[in-house]
Protein backbone atom coordinates (compact mmCIF):
# COMPACT_ATOMS: atom_id res chain seq x y z
CA UNK A 1 0.00 0.00 0.00
CA UNK A 2 1.98 3.56 -1.37
CA UNK A 3 -1.15 5.50 -0.17
CA UNK A 4 0.65 6.42 3.10
CA UNK A 5 3.61 7.83 1.68
CA UNK A 6 1.65 9.71 -1.16
CA UNK A 7 -0.16 10.99 1.64
CA UNK A 8 2.81 11.84 3.68
CA UNK A 9 4.52 13.59 0.40
CA UNK A 10 1.91 15.56 -1.23
CA UNK A 11 1.90 19.51 -0.77
CA UNK A 12 -1.15 20.68 2.00
CA UNK A 13 -2.43 23.36 3.63
CA UNK A 14 -3.74 23.19 7.12
CA UNK A 15 -7.04 25.05 8.12
CA UNK A 16 -7.66 23.96 11.89
CA UNK A 17 -5.03 24.36 14.30
CA UNK A 18 -4.96 25.71 17.60
CA UNK A 19 -1.67 26.99 18.57
CA UNK A 20 -2.52 26.16 22.35
CA UNK A 21 -2.98 22.74 21.11
CA UNK A 22 0.58 22.00 19.75
CA UNK A 23 2.19 22.76 23.26
CA UNK A 24 4.11 19.59 23.46
CA UNK A 25 4.27 18.12 27.07
CA UNK A 26 8.34 18.35 27.07
CA UNK A 27 8.00 22.23 26.14
CA UNK A 28 5.46 22.96 28.57
CA UNK A 29 7.27 21.42 31.40
CA UNK A 30 10.15 23.39 30.24
CA UNK A 31 8.44 26.67 29.91
CA UNK A 32 7.06 25.96 33.64
CA UNK A 33 10.28 25.51 35.35
CA UNK A 34 11.75 28.86 33.10
CA UNK A 35 9.05 30.75 34.52
CA UNK A 36 8.46 29.56 37.86
CA UNK A 37 4.85 28.20 37.27
CA UNK A 38 3.53 25.15 39.04
CA UNK A 39 1.93 22.58 37.30
CA UNK A 40 -0.53 20.15 38.83
CA UNK A 41 1.35 17.16 37.41
CA UNK A 42 4.48 15.92 38.73
CA UNK A 43 6.09 14.54 34.86
CA UNK A 44 5.59 14.57 31.22
CA UNK A 45 4.09 10.98 31.38
CA UNK A 46 1.83 11.90 34.43
CA UNK A 47 0.61 14.33 31.92
CA UNK A 48 0.40 12.36 29.11
CA UNK A 49 -1.57 10.04 31.28
CA UNK A 50 -4.07 12.47 31.97
CA UNK A 51 -4.92 12.73 28.25
CA UNK A 52 -7.89 10.66 28.33
CA UNK A 53 -10.66 12.45 27.32
CA UNK A 54 -14.42 11.39 27.46
CA UNK A 55 -15.83 14.49 25.38
CA UNK A 56 -14.72 18.37 24.58
CA UNK A 57 -15.30 19.80 28.31
CA UNK A 58 -12.87 16.72 29.74
CA UNK A 59 -10.09 18.07 27.06
CA UNK A 60 -10.93 21.77 27.51
CA UNK A 61 -10.41 21.51 31.27
CA UNK A 62 -7.05 20.09 31.09
CA UNK A 63 -5.76 22.43 27.27
CA UNK A 64 -6.70 25.46 29.34
CA UNK A 65 -4.66 24.56 32.17
CA UNK A 66 -1.49 23.53 30.51
CA UNK A 67 -2.15 27.14 28.73
CA UNK A 68 -0.86 28.34 32.26
CA UNK A 69 2.71 28.14 31.28
CA UNK A 70 2.56 30.61 28.97
CA UNK A 71 3.66 33.71 29.92
CA UNK A 72 6.62 35.77 27.96
CA UNK A 73 6.39 36.87 23.96
CA UNK A 74 9.55 34.41 23.43
CA UNK A 75 7.21 31.53 25.30
CA UNK A 76 4.46 32.08 22.51
CA UNK A 77 7.00 32.55 19.82
CA UNK A 78 8.51 28.93 20.75
CA UNK A 79 5.72 27.24 20.78
CA UNK A 80 4.18 28.43 17.08
CA UNK A 81 7.87 27.83 16.09
CA UNK A 82 8.20 24.18 17.03
CA UNK A 83 4.48 24.27 15.25
CA UNK A 84 5.62 25.28 12.12
CA UNK A 85 8.90 22.97 12.01
CA UNK A 86 6.53 19.63 12.62
CA UNK A 87 3.89 21.72 9.91
CA UNK A 88 7.23 21.59 7.50
CA UNK A 89 8.09 18.02 8.04
CA UNK A 90 4.63 16.86 7.19
CA UNK A 91 4.69 19.12 3.76
CA UNK A 92 2.33 21.53 4.83
CA UNK A 93 2.62 24.49 2.35
CA UNK A 94 0.25 26.68 4.26
CA UNK A 95 -1.36 27.11 8.01
CA UNK A 96 -4.39 29.05 8.92
CA UNK A 97 -3.59 28.77 13.06
CA UNK A 98 -6.14 29.60 15.42
CA UNK A 99 -5.16 31.15 18.87
CA UNK A 100 -7.02 32.17 21.90
CA UNK A 101 -6.31 35.27 23.30
CA UNK A 102 -8.79 35.19 26.30
CA UNK A 103 -6.91 32.44 27.92
CA UNK A 104 -3.88 34.57 28.08
CA UNK A 105 -5.46 37.62 28.54
CA UNK A 106 -7.36 36.42 31.72
CA UNK A 107 -4.19 35.94 33.45
CA UNK A 108 -2.89 39.07 32.89
CA UNK A 109 -0.84 38.46 29.82
CA UNK A 110 -0.85 41.39 27.66
CA UNK A 111 -2.48 40.82 24.10
CA UNK A 112 0.31 42.05 22.22
CA UNK A 113 3.04 39.72 24.22
CA UNK A 114 0.41 36.93 22.54
CA UNK A 115 0.39 38.78 19.33
CA UNK A 116 3.50 39.49 18.43
CA UNK A 117 4.96 36.44 19.65
CA UNK A 118 2.92 34.29 17.07
CA UNK A 119 3.27 36.29 14.33
CA UNK A 120 7.43 37.01 14.46
CA UNK A 121 7.26 32.57 14.44
CA UNK A 122 4.79 33.18 10.81
CA UNK A 123 7.09 35.92 9.75
CA UNK A 124 10.23 33.44 10.40
CA UNK A 125 8.88 30.48 8.84
CA UNK A 126 7.75 32.57 5.44
CA UNK A 127 12.27 32.96 5.36
CA UNK A 128 13.34 29.76 6.92
CA UNK A 129 11.05 27.34 6.61
CA UNK A 130 8.68 28.23 3.65
CA UNK A 131 5.89 27.90 4.73
CA UNK A 132 2.95 30.94 4.81
CA UNK A 133 1.16 31.21 7.86
CA UNK A 134 -1.05 33.79 9.36
CA UNK A 135 -3.49 34.01 12.19
CA UNK A 136 -6.94 33.53 13.07
CA UNK A 137 -8.46 35.19 16.74
CA UNK A 138 -10.82 32.73 18.19
CA UNK A 139 -13.57 34.04 20.50
CA UNK A 140 -14.02 31.63 23.61
CA UNK A 141 -17.94 30.69 23.42
CA UNK A 142 -18.54 30.11 27.10
CA UNK A 143 -17.48 33.71 27.76
CA UNK A 144 -19.87 36.50 26.76
CA UNK A 145 -20.29 38.88 23.99
CA UNK A 146 -19.11 41.77 25.74
CA UNK A 147 -15.81 39.82 26.49
CA UNK A 148 -15.60 39.07 22.83
CA UNK A 149 -16.15 42.75 22.50
CA UNK A 150 -13.38 43.50 24.74
CA UNK A 151 -11.30 41.03 22.92
CA UNK A 152 -11.82 42.64 19.89
CA UNK A 153 -10.81 45.81 20.99
CA UNK A 154 -7.23 44.92 22.51
CA UNK A 155 -6.93 43.29 19.27
CA UNK A 156 -7.16 45.75 16.90
CA UNK A 157 -3.64 48.02 17.76
CA UNK A 158 -2.87 44.50 16.32
CA UNK A 159 -5.05 44.21 13.38
CA UNK A 160 -2.06 43.88 10.45
CA UNK A 161 -1.08 40.78 12.26
CA UNK A 162 -4.70 38.60 12.08
CA UNK A 163 -6.84 38.04 8.76
CA UNK A 164 -9.86 36.33 10.66
CA UNK A 165 -11.47 35.78 14.16
CA UNK A 166 -13.36 32.25 14.66
CA UNK A 167 -15.23 30.81 17.40
CA UNK A 168 -14.18 27.89 19.74
CA UNK A 169 -14.15 26.16 23.41
CA UNK A 170 -17.56 24.82 25.00
CA UNK A 171 -20.38 24.54 21.69
CA UNK A 172 -23.71 23.08 23.50
CA UNK A 173 -25.66 25.69 25.14
CA UNK A 174 -22.96 28.20 23.45
CA UNK A 175 -24.63 28.52 20.12
CA UNK A 176 -23.31 31.20 17.03
CA UNK A 177 -26.51 33.65 17.52
CA UNK A 178 -24.74 34.31 21.03
CA UNK A 179 -22.09 36.56 19.02
CA UNK A 180 -23.95 38.06 15.62
CA UNK A 181 -23.05 41.09 16.80
CA UNK A 182 -19.47 40.31 17.36
CA UNK A 183 -19.49 38.92 13.65
CA UNK A 184 -21.31 41.41 12.51
CA UNK A 185 -18.34 44.48 13.28
CA UNK A 186 -15.30 41.90 12.66
CA UNK A 187 -16.95 41.72 8.82
CA UNK A 188 -17.27 44.96 8.79
CA UNK A 189 -13.75 45.31 9.26
CA UNK A 190 -12.42 43.13 6.73
CA UNK A 191 -11.35 39.97 8.57
CA UNK A 192 -12.11 36.07 7.16
CA UNK A 193 -14.73 34.57 9.41
CA UNK A 194 -14.94 30.65 10.52
CA UNK A 195 -16.36 29.65 13.57
CA UNK A 196 -16.68 25.51 15.36
CA UNK A 197 -19.80 24.09 15.06
CA UNK A 198 -21.55 20.62 14.46
CA UNK A 199 -18.69 19.15 16.27
CA UNK A 200 -20.72 17.85 19.46
CA UNK A 201 -23.54 20.39 18.46
CA UNK A 202 -26.59 20.11 16.20
CA UNK A 203 -26.63 20.83 12.53
CA UNK A 204 -29.08 24.15 13.70
CA UNK A 205 -25.25 25.38 15.14
CA UNK A 206 -23.94 24.86 11.53
CA UNK A 207 -27.08 26.54 10.29
CA UNK A 208 -26.83 29.78 12.46
CA UNK A 209 -22.84 30.18 12.03
CA UNK A 210 -23.63 30.59 7.65
CA UNK A 211 -26.85 32.40 7.97
CA UNK A 212 -26.39 34.70 11.35
CA UNK A 213 -23.01 35.07 11.36
CA UNK A 214 -21.77 34.50 7.55
CA UNK A 215 -18.73 32.32 7.78
CA UNK A 216 -17.04 30.69 4.98
CA UNK A 217 -15.96 28.27 6.01
CA UNK A 218 -17.07 25.54 8.86
CA UNK A 219 -14.65 23.97 12.00
CA UNK A 220 -15.41 20.24 12.54
CA UNK A 221 -19.09 20.35 10.85
CA UNK A 222 -19.70 16.74 11.12
CA UNK A 223 -22.86 16.55 12.43
CA UNK A 224 -24.16 18.33 9.27
CA UNK A 225 -24.58 14.45 8.07
CA UNK A 226 -27.64 14.71 10.07
CA UNK A 227 -29.22 17.03 8.15
CA UNK A 228 -29.83 16.35 4.54
CA UNK A 229 -30.96 19.74 3.80
CA UNK A 230 -27.80 21.08 5.47
CA UNK A 231 -25.84 18.77 3.56
CA UNK A 232 -27.43 20.39 -0.29
CA UNK A 233 -26.79 24.03 1.41
CA UNK A 234 -22.85 23.08 2.24
CA UNK A 235 -22.61 21.45 -1.30
CA UNK A 236 -23.72 24.24 -3.11
CA UNK A 237 -22.17 27.07 -1.67
CA UNK A 238 -19.04 25.05 -1.23
CA UNK A 239 -18.82 25.56 2.20
CA UNK A 240 -15.34 23.96 3.34
CA UNK A 241 -15.76 22.03 6.09
CA UNK A 242 -12.31 21.91 8.52
CA UNK A 243 -12.75 17.66 9.66
CA UNK A 244 -10.08 16.58 12.41
CA UNK A 245 -10.58 12.69 12.31
CA UNK A 246 -8.14 12.16 15.50
CA UNK A 247 -9.85 14.96 17.85
CA UNK A 248 -13.10 13.30 16.71
CA UNK A 249 -12.02 10.21 18.01
CA UNK A 250 -10.28 11.41 21.27
CA UNK A 251 -13.65 13.24 22.32
CA UNK A 252 -15.74 10.46 21.28
CA UNK A 253 -17.58 12.08 18.55
CA UNK A 254 -16.83 9.02 16.66
CA UNK A 255 -16.51 5.53 18.80
CA UNK A 256 -14.08 4.63 16.58
CA UNK A 257 -12.19 6.20 13.52
CA UNK A 258 -13.95 3.10 11.22
CA UNK A 259 -17.17 5.01 12.22
CA UNK A 260 -15.88 8.11 10.93
CA UNK A 261 -17.87 10.01 7.89
CA UNK A 262 -15.03 11.76 6.73
CA UNK A 263 -15.18 9.85 3.27
CA UNK A 264 -19.61 10.11 3.24
CA UNK A 265 -18.82 13.95 3.28
CA UNK A 266 -16.36 14.05 0.59
CA UNK A 267 -17.96 11.19 -1.75
CA UNK A 268 -21.32 13.65 -1.18
CA UNK A 269 -19.51 16.29 -2.87
CA UNK A 270 -18.57 18.39 0.02
CA UNK A 271 -15.55 20.28 0.38
CA UNK A 272 -13.93 18.51 3.12
CA UNK A 273 -10.40 18.85 4.85
CA UNK A 274 -8.20 17.02 7.07
CA UNK A 275 -6.56 18.28 9.86
CA UNK A 276 -4.90 18.37 13.41
CA UNK A 277 -6.88 20.00 15.56
CA UNK A 278 -4.66 20.09 18.99
CA UNK A 279 -2.12 17.42 17.99
CA UNK A 280 0.05 17.51 20.93
CA UNK A 281 -3.58 16.31 23.10
CA UNK A 282 -4.73 14.13 20.55
CA UNK A 283 -1.62 12.45 19.57
CA UNK A 284 -0.96 12.69 16.06
CA UNK A 285 -0.29 15.67 13.57
CA UNK A 286 -1.93 16.29 9.88
CA UNK A 287 -0.38 13.32 8.23
CA UNK A 288 -0.91 11.15 10.92
CA UNK A 289 -4.55 11.96 10.37
CA UNK A 290 -4.49 11.65 6.96
CA UNK A 291 -2.83 8.00 7.78
CA UNK A 292 -4.88 6.75 10.54
CA UNK A 293 -7.78 7.43 8.53
CA UNK A 294 -6.75 5.82 5.90
CA UNK A 295 -6.24 2.45 7.50
CA UNK A 296 -9.58 3.16 9.17
CA UNK A 297 -11.75 3.55 6.41
CA UNK A 298 -9.66 3.03 2.96
CA UNK A 299 -8.87 5.93 1.06
CA UNK A 300 -8.41 5.90 -2.00
CA UNK A 301 -5.54 8.14 -4.15
CA UNK A 302 -7.98 10.41 -5.82
CA UNK A 303 -9.51 11.10 -2.38
CA UNK A 304 -6.04 12.40 -1.30
CA UNK A 305 -5.87 14.23 -4.14
CA UNK A 306 -9.72 15.99 -3.54
CA UNK A 307 -8.19 16.69 -0.13
CA UNK A 308 -5.04 18.08 -0.89
CA UNK A 309 -6.48 20.04 -3.17
CA UNK A 310 -9.57 21.49 -1.51
CA UNK A 311 -7.34 22.65 1.35
CA UNK A 312 -5.38 24.86 -0.41
CA UNK A 313 -8.59 25.77 -2.15
CA UNK A 314 -10.64 26.84 1.09
CA UNK A 315 -7.13 28.12 2.64
CA UNK A 316 -7.11 32.44 3.59
CA UNK A 317 -3.45 32.26 1.64
CA UNK A 318 -2.87 34.91 -0.94
CA UNK A 319 -4.44 34.26 -4.54
CA UNK A 320 -0.84 33.48 -5.75
CA UNK A 321 -0.07 30.49 -3.35
CA UNK A 322 -3.20 29.16 -3.88
CA UNK A 323 -3.42 29.03 -7.97
CA UNK A 324 -0.36 26.97 -7.70
CA UNK A 325 -1.98 23.88 -5.70
CA UNK A 326 -5.56 24.15 -7.04
N1 LIG B 1 -13.46 22.48 19.84
C1 LIG B 1 -13.71 23.57 20.57
N2 LIG B 1 -12.77 24.29 21.13
C2 LIG B 1 -11.49 23.91 20.97
C3 LIG B 1 -11.17 22.81 20.23
C4 LIG B 1 -12.20 22.06 19.62
O1 LIG B 1 -12.02 21.05 18.92
N3 LIG B 1 -9.82 22.69 20.27
C5 LIG B 1 -9.35 23.73 21.00
N4 LIG B 1 -10.37 24.47 21.42
ZN1 LIG C 1 -10.80 23.14 16.97
Known amino acids: DRLPELLRRMP ?3 LHIHIEGSLEPELMFAMAARNGVKLPYASVDELRRAYAFSNLQSFLDIYYAGAS ?3 HEQDFFDMAWAYLQ ?3 ADNVLRADIFFDPQTHTARGVAMGTVVNGLYRACRQARTELGVDAELI ?3 LRHLSEAEAFDTLEQALPHRDKFIGVGLDSSEVGHPPEKFARVYAKCRELGLHLVAHAGEEGPPAYV ?3 LDLLKVE ?11 P ?3 ERLKQDRIALTVCPLSNLKLCVFPKLADHNLKQLLEAGLAVTVNSDDPAYFGGYINDNFVQLHEAVGLTAQHAYQLARNSFEASFAPPEL ?3 YV
Open 217 to 227: RIDHGVQSSKD
Open 69 to 71: VLL
Open 86 to 88: RAR
Open 137 to 139: LCF
Open 12 to 14: KAE
Open 229 to 231: ALM
Open 322 to 324: KQR
Open 207 to 209: WTA
